[in-house]
């Protein structure tokens, strides 16, 4: 379902009619010359969430922050998806990876499973 011109008037932007998509990634890999980037389903924040993965760094976007986790208020996204993808993240992250939210500063898992308020209930569905 194509949602663009909802979503554009959302944010109070003037519909102007959907980009033609003329790529679609469907792998859980991106090879950009010599970088290979994981592509990690995250939805939640938005349907179509993703974080992207290079060697010991992860690129949160806005499904995870220091301190805090992505909204779900926003067209698409829900709760409970939002959740599911914080626990695979969870269970799939090294604690020493950095991770790279879309705002703010960076951190590391570690740092988020000990002083992220969000994720002490998810902690108890990863260690179930």
Not at 96 to 109: Q, R, S
Request: net charge negative; hydrophobic share 30%; proline share 7%.
């Amino acid at each position: 379902m194509n949602n663009f011109e909802r979503d554009r008037t959302f944010f109070c932007m003037v519909p102007q009619g959907a980009p033609k998509v003329d790529q679609w990634y469907g792998s859980d890999e991106l090879n950009i010359g010599s970088y290979t980037i994981q592509i990690i389903a995250t939805p939640g924040h938005t349907l179509g969430g993703t974080c992207s993965a290079n060697s010991d760094h992860i690129f949160t976007g806005d499904s995870l922050f220091t301190g805090s986790i992505g909204r779900t208020d926003f067209p698409s996204g829900n709760w409970d998806n939002l959740c599911s993808s914080l626990v695979k993240l969870i269970k799939e992250t090294p604690a020493d990876y950095i991770l790279h939210p879309g705002h703010g500063p960076y951190t590391t898992m570690k740092t988020e499973m000990s002083q992220n308020p969000f994720f002490f209930p998810l902690l108890k569905q990863v260690n179930s």
